[in-house]
């Protein structure tokens, strides 16, 4: 099963982006859904999490209170709202399950670059 991300672009610090990430499959059966970012040379960093049979989350200190993570199970999609956004939230962002599938499970991610 992959993932398709959707929703990056380029934005002035400030700006907000909202991310969309299709699963091609039912994110149910996923009990914990992520958002991870990733910039050249670095590892994937986990950013926001969603508990789906509930919806509680959990953020990286760096995007709390900037960053929200929703879902919407009909359309087994989970989105990443992003306000206020600063040059280092620049990266391209994946959606997974938390622990991640396999190597083979990524999509191709989005790039979110955030400069004036």
């Known amino acids: 099963v992959q993932y398709v991300e959707s929703g990056g672009g380029l934005v002035h610090p400030g700006g907000s982006l909202r991310l969309s990430c299709a699963r091609g499959?039912?994110?149910?059966?996923?009990?914990?859904m992520a958002w991870y970012r990733q910039t050249p040379g670095n590892q994937r960093e986990l950013v926001a999490t969603?508990?789906?049979?509930?919806?509680?989350?959990n953020y990286a200190d760096s995007v709390k209170g900037r960053f929200t993570i929703s879902k919407d199970d009909a359309k087994n999609t989970v989105y990443l709202q992003m306000n206020n956004l600063k040059p280092e939230d620049t990266a391209t962002y994946y959606c997974?399950?938390?622990?991640?599938?396999?190597?083979?499970?990524w999509g191709q991610g989005t790039q979110v670059t955030v400069s004036s």
């Open positions: 969603i508990v789906t049979s509930h919806g509680n989350t």
């Open positions: 997974n399950s938390q622990p991640p599938g396999s190597s083979l499970s």
């Open positions: 499959g039912s994110i149910a059966n996923k009990f914990v």
